[in-house]
């Protein structure tokens, strides 16, 4: 029950927790900012299980996590769904202080960046997580440059072959994998400068990234192990050197990688060094649905030998920055395709998801969990700026038609526009559910 409450619970509550309060804190701050007075600020919906009164905002944590709100000064025809229905214990004051805008009455360029803070507070987040992790833990490298050249491949014929040490792209060294392929990536011809049997060879040849002909020599060493997991229960520990897998000796991880993808549910034996000690053990592979496979594979709960590279404050704000960019391209990209139907649509995930992801971060460790964070918390912020009322970028949408008919919406229409959001968004909770449950 512990680790379940550790390992499950705590996560999926910590990773929630964490994207709403600053999805809402950036609403909540630039309404103060713009003098908008904040009634609420809630984590959570339903009743409130804590709560503080703090000048004039009613600050709670709600027993449904799934989501929050701000609700400010004048904000009551459009937030009618926030099961809210406990009484005020404070009357309520039919008008505002002088000098005090509620939010319908503020200019519409004020509720359009209050409204707007929320999603970006979940992007600028995602750049802080991202580069207190690379700080911290620094960037997971792979050191080896043996090149494996995989038959049949582009690369068969390129010049390299099994065995050759990369120690240089177009004359400059390069000391690990990723490295080599950053700085090939950008360029089509490339010279690869390689030991052979002791000798330095030079070998042009085109680069083709996307190629899985052309993989580094990574010896089945165990770098770490996903609490509980197959391998872990098995009694392997970080270090250990796999040697065999039934009657198959295995010299690379990628050979044991493919024996255990294509296992499902079926017990493998296998024989691995640990110290001066040879164990066996028998392990049956978890399936998993792999979306790039596009089908299910096994799984052992190992993670493949790597080193870290420890980045300067400078470097790791230039990282965190590419990174936030590059995942936000990625999610813009994922939705792209769900709308046009190149990725179906029982492939999106809801509370259910979420939950199952964060307690398997959770299990491979603190900083995969963070990574899992960053991910969210861009999906929070992209999401909210859909078009749809009773979204954040549904009130960006009605500020803008707004200003450009120079009228405002009578609060009948932005109440029933408010009405149409809420169940738009009720169907999509009840349809992610429904894929979580049957997948």
């Excluded at 900083?367 to 918390?377: V, W």
Aim: hydrophobic share 45%; net charge neutral.
């Amino acid at each position: 029950m512990i680790n379940f409450i550790l390992y499950s619970i705590m996560p999926f509550l910590f990773i929630l927790g964490f994207c709403i309060t600053i999805h809402e804190f950036g609403h909540f701050l630039l309404a103060k900012i713009f003098g908008i007075p904040v009634e609420k600020f809630s984590i959570g919906y339903g009743p409130p299980l804590i709560r503080m009164k703090i000048g004039e905002t009613d600050f709670r944590i709600a027993y449904f996590p799934l989501g929050g709100y701000v609700k400010m000064a004048g904000e009551d025809e459009g937030k009618i769904l926030k099961h809210d229905k406990e009484p005020s214990p404070e009357p309520k004051t039919p008008t505002l202080p002088e000098g005090q805008l509620g939010f319908y009455d503020a200019p519409i360029y004020k509720r359009i960046i209050v409204v707007l803070a929320g999603p970006l507070f979940n992007l600028v987040s995602a750049f802080i997580v991202l580069f207190f992790s690379f700080v911290i833990y620094g960037l997971i490298i792979t050191p080896y440059m043996r090149v494996q050249i995989v038959e049949g491949s582009y690369y068969e014929n390129s010049g390299l072959v099994t065995g050759d040490s990369i120690i240089a792209l177009d004359g400059i060294p390069v000391s690990y994998w990723e490295e080599f392929l950053e700085r090939g990536n950008h360029r089509k011809e490339i010279t690869v400068t390689a030991l052979r049997d002791g000798e330095v060879v030079d070998i042009t040849l085109l680069f083709e990234a996307e190629s899985t002909g052309l993989r580094p020599i990574i010896p089945p060493l165990i770098a770490n192990l996903k609490q509980n997991g197959p391998a872990d229960k098995a009694g392997m520990k970080k270090g250990d050197l796999v040697l065999r897998i039934d009657d198959q000796q295995i010299h690379t991880w990628y050979e044991m990688v493919e024996i255990v993808r294509q296992t499902k549910d079926t017990p493998l034996v296998f024989k691995w060094q640990h110290g001066d000690e040879e164990r066996l053990a028998e392990i049956t592979p978890t399936i998993i649905y792999d979306p790039v496979a596009k089908d299910t594979i096994g799984q052992i709960g190992v993670f493949m030998p790597h080193s870290r590279k420890y980045l300067s404050i400078i470097n790791a704000t230039g990282l965190a920055i590419e990174r936030t960019v590059g995942l936000t391209y990625l999610i813009l990209d994922i939705f792209y395709k769900l709308i046009t139907r190149q990725i179906p649509a029982n492939q999106i995930g809801g509370p259910i998801a979420i939950f199952k992801l964060s307690a398997e971060s959770a299990h491979w460790g603190f900083e995969r969990l963070l990574g899992l964070l960053t991910m969210i918390s861009i999906n929070l912020g992209i999401i909210n700026l859909f078009p749809i009322p009773a979204l954040d970028g549904g009130h960006i949408l009605i500020g803008t038609i707004e200003a450009i008919r120079r009228k405002r919406f009578s609060k009948k229409t932005i109440l029933i526009m408010q009405q149409i959001g809420y169940a738009l968004i009720l169907l999509l909770i009840l349809f992610v559910t429904f894929n979580d449950i049957t997948r």
